[in-house]
C-alpha cells in the first residue's frame, strides 16, 4: 500500500505546492498520476484543503473616510524638503562644529594681532616664559572661551557706556 | 496606476510639488492599508507600518530611479516593516511571558454578519479566535509568506523577490506554516471535515 510521506511525489510538501499550484509542469503532472493510485494521499490533500478553507480569503477594507484620514495624516507628517536640491545636504552638527572651529581661528588671529611685538627689553628669560605662557594658554579651548566671554563683556560695557543697551 | 501618470507624479514630487506625492498616497493607500493589517492583523499596527512606508518612500524619492513600480516599491517596505514588527513583537512576548490578546478581531470580521443567528455569531467570533492564536504561532516570516501566497494570492517567486530571497526558502517558509496552521487548526478541521 502507498503511504503518503515515502513516496517523494506524495511528501506534505509536495501536496502544500500542489495545491497552491506552485509545482513545476513535471512535477505537478507526477503528484496528479500518483494521486489517482492513492488513497491515502488523496485523504492528506482533502484534510489540507478543508484546514486552508477554513482561513478567509476576503481582504480586509478600510472605509472610504478612515483612508482619507489615513492619507491626511501620511501628508501633515511630510517634511518640508530643501527647494534647491542641488546643495550638499548640511548636517547641522557639523555646521555647529564648522562655525565655532572658523570663531576660534577668529579669535586666535585677533589675539594674535594685538599683542605687542617683543621689544627688545622684553628679551629676558623670565618674559620670553610668560609669552610661552600666553600661547600655551590660547591654545587651550577653555581659556579661549573664556576670553571670548570677555570679550563680549568688554563690548557690553561699551555698549552700556554708549547709552545703547538696554 | 498608470506608468505615464506615475513618472508624471514623480517628476512633480521631485520638483517640490507635494500635491503629486497626495495623489500617490491616495492612489495607494487603500491597497496598502488593508496589506499591511492583514500581515500584521492589528489595524493600529497596519496604519503605522503603511505610514511608515510613505514617509520612507517620500524621503527616498529623489534616489526613485523606477526600476519598480511605486506600488512593488511600497509593498515591499511595508511587507520588510511588517516583519520587523512582528520580530519585535515575538520578542517581547518572549521576553515578558507577554502573549497577545486572542480577543483582537480578526481584519476580516469585524462587522458581523447581520444575517448570522446569535449562536453562530458566537461559533464565528471562537473560530476567529482560534484562527488568530494559529496564526500567532507562526514565525515572522512564515506568516508573511502565507499570508501573501494565501490572503494575496502573490505567486512564491514574486515572493521571494519582495523578501529578497530564494524561491526554495520561501516554499519551506509556507510548508511549514501550513503544517503549523494544520496542527492548531486540527478541531476545527474535525469539525468541518
Known sequence: ?166 | MDTCLEKTLLARIRAGDDTGFETLVAAHSPRLLSLAWRLVGVREDAEEIAQEAFLRLHRSIGDFRGDSSVATWLHRTATRLAIDHLRRQKLRERIFFFRRGNEEADPVDVVPDPAASPGERYFAGEIRRQINRAMQRLSARQRVVFTLRHHEEMPLREIAALLGVEEGTVKAHLHRAVRVLRRELKDLQEESS
Open chain 1, 1 to 166: 500500500m502507498n503511504k503518503p510521506h515515502e513516496d517523494t511525489l506524495c511528501r506534505p510538501e509536495s501536496l502544500t505546492l500542489f495545491h497552491y499550484g506552485e509545482l513545476e509542469t513535471a512535477d505537478r503532472l507526477g503528484v496528479e498520476k500518483h494521486l489517482q493510485g492513492c488513497a491515502a494521499c488523496r485523504r492528506e490533500l482533502a484534510r489540507l484543503r478543508s484546514t486552508l478553507k477554513i482561513l478567509p480569503k476576503r481582504a480586509p477594507e478600510f472605509s472610504p473616510g478612515e483612508i482619507r484620514d489615513f492619507n491626511e495624516r501620511v501628508v501633515r507628517r511630510l517634511r518640508p524638503r530643501p527647494r534647491f536640491s542641488f546643495r550638499p545636504a548640511f548636517k547641522p552638527a557639523f555646521g555647529w562644529s564648522l562655525a565655532a572651529t572658523a570663531a576660534t581661528a577668529v579669535l586666535l588671529l585677533m589675539v594674535t594681532l594685538r599683542s605687542p611685538t617683543p621689544a627688545p627689553r622684553q628679551s629676558s628669560p623670565q618674559m620670553a616664559l610668560q609669552g610661552g605662557a600666553e600661547i600655551e594658554a590660547l591654545l587651550e579651548p577653555e581659556l579661549l572661551l573664556n576670553l571670548e566671554l570677555l570679550e563680549n563683556l568688554d563690548l557690553l560695557q561699551e555698549l552700556e557706556t554708549m547709552g545703547i543697551s538696554g
